[in-house]
């Protein structure tokens, strides 16, 4: 079965102002992803076991270092707990 992607926009407070994120929901038989693309890096972001988000973004790594600001990262994590709370 192929995973089900749905696209939607998160609006993000970054160092006063507000950032517009293009995500994608992705479904497949037993994970939810959320994957964001800022700048040339994708963001993933899944649900551990304890329901905190964790962020699988290897491409928003590279070998000098971020390639995506990790305050930002953190911002978008944050608006998703708020958005997603149980």
Same mark, same amino acid.
């Given at each position: 079965?192929?995973?089900?992607? %749905?696209?939607? =926009?998160?609006?993000?407070?970054?160092?006063?102002?507000? +950032? %517009?994120?293009?995500?994608?929901?992705?479904?497949?038989?037993? =994970?939810?992803? *959320?994957? *964001?693309?800022?700048?040339?890096?994708?963001?993933?972001?899944? +649900?551990?076991?304890?329901?905190?988000?964790?962020?699988?973004?290897?491409?928003?790594?590279?070998?000098?270092?971020?390639? =995506?600001?990790?305050?930002?990262?953190?911002?978008?994590?944050? %608006?998703?707990?708020?958005?997603?709370?149980?």
């Amino acid at each position: 079965m192929d995973p089900v992607e %749905e696209a939607f =926009t998160i609006t993000v407070l970054h160092k006063g102002a507000e +950032k %517009e994120i293009t995500g994608r929901l992705r479904i497949s038989a037993y =994970t939810h992803q *959320f994957l *964001f693309t800022i700048g040339d890096a994708e963001i993933i972001l899944e +649900k551990d076991d304890e329901g905190n988000f964790r962020v699988l973004n290897p491409s928003a790594i590279s070998d000098t270092g971020y390639k =995506t600001d990790p305050s930002l990262i953190r911002a978008l994590v944050e %608006e998703m707990e708020k958005l997603l709370k149980d």
